[in-house]
């Protein structure tokens, strides 16, 4: 793409990366690619506000060269030392061997046990501040939003914030703003993105943006490591964030099931058409046929999450497993949750089921639905009046 100015004498100078669709190994999917995200400040002091994933350091320090001559480079600042932020800082480094790196105290020692090296480094803590020139630098630590290192920079006279990993989306685009691209598009990669990687941190996200807000930072730009940088939507960003962190749920349920030989598919069905009795919306989602980080976005904006597994050594279908495990670690905010499933000679599913959600601090607002091999009219009916009372703890 090359450099793109985003405001005065300041560059996205990062890079977009089309053909990616796993992130963090295979833990995330990224089915529209990402961007690693960049900032060069054109200033007395010419500074970079973070660097891209290692593969792409060529075209990184070619889209630098566009606007100015990349051994120029005075000052480094590393928001967050993950690998896809960090990766091409030392091709920088052996460019600038005498620029000055700015980082949390963390960042420091995160940064020498990834690249051994000894740079000039500069701890940064929340308050401080640089000026280049025209232009100043405020520091913001953001510990475990989402690694203990991670801090945001924040530029005044331009009312521009880099929040590294905060606000982002995993979003690959010809374009660079928010305002380019389809709104519903962006705003569900962000809150997909928010509720596979920020969920555990809900409360030190209210925490932070009240910290911002009584710093009294006026923020009219906001530009993340990945994805579209929000120059017309900044306050819509914030205020969704301040919602999924809330636990600010949606009056619907998620069903999530899979199937040996269709009787929990029976059930799962059954379930759904008696929530949808009582007015409320559900999605159903098969997990062998579905993507596990799609259906964790759609449930961080539903009130039950309704899970259900046939017996099979005594278990769960290992397909569930892996969600059950997310989470598990994600722990979402003012969830009820329901187990069911079908069972052959021996049960366990249901329970197993029930024991993960409790374990994920989702309420279990009853006992699960287990029923023997293939359910009968008289089943199914227990279903759907299983379906009728999650539907009624819904509008609760």
Known sequence: MGAVKICDNIYWVGVVDWDIRYFHGPAYSAHRGTTYNAFLIVDDKIT???????????????????????TK????????VEMDHSGSLPAIMELNPKAKVFCSKKGMEGLKKHYFAQWDFNVVKTGDRISLGENTLTFIEAPMLHWPDSMFTYIAEQSLLMPNDAFGQHL???????????????????????ANILTPF???????????????????????????????????????????????????????????????EKMARAIGRGIADQGVEYKIFKLSKSDRNDIIKEIQDA?????????????????????????????????VGVSFGSYGWSGGAVEAIQQGLKEAGIEVMEDGLAINWVPDGREIQACVELGNRIAQRIKE
């Open 73 to 80: 480079i005075d000052y480094v600042v590393v928001n967050h």
């Open 172 to 194: 690959a685009s010809s374009f660079i703003f928010d305002d380019q691209v389809d709104e519903n598009i962006l705003m569900e990669e962000a809150a997909k993105y928010y």
């Open 202 to 264: 809900s409360s030190l996200v209210l925490k932070k943006i009240d910290q911002i807000t009584k710093m009294g930072i006026d923020i009219k730009m906001i530009a993340p490591s990945h994805g579209m940088i929000w120059r017309k939507n900044a306050a819509k960003i914030i205020n969704a964030y301040i919602e999924w962190a809330s636990g600010r749920a949606g009056k619907k349920a998620i069903i999530v099931y899979d199937t040996m030989w269709g009787s929990t």
């Open 303 to 335: 009130r039950a999450v309704v899970i259900g597994s046939p017996v099979i050594n005594r278990g769960i279908l290992s397909v569930l497993s892996p969600l059950l495990d997310d989470l598990k670690g994600l722990r979402p905010v003012n969830k």
């Open 48 to 70: 970079l506000v973070d660097t891209v994933y290692t593969p792409f350091a060529d075209e990184f320090i070619e889209n630098i060269r566009q606007v100015v001559d990349p």
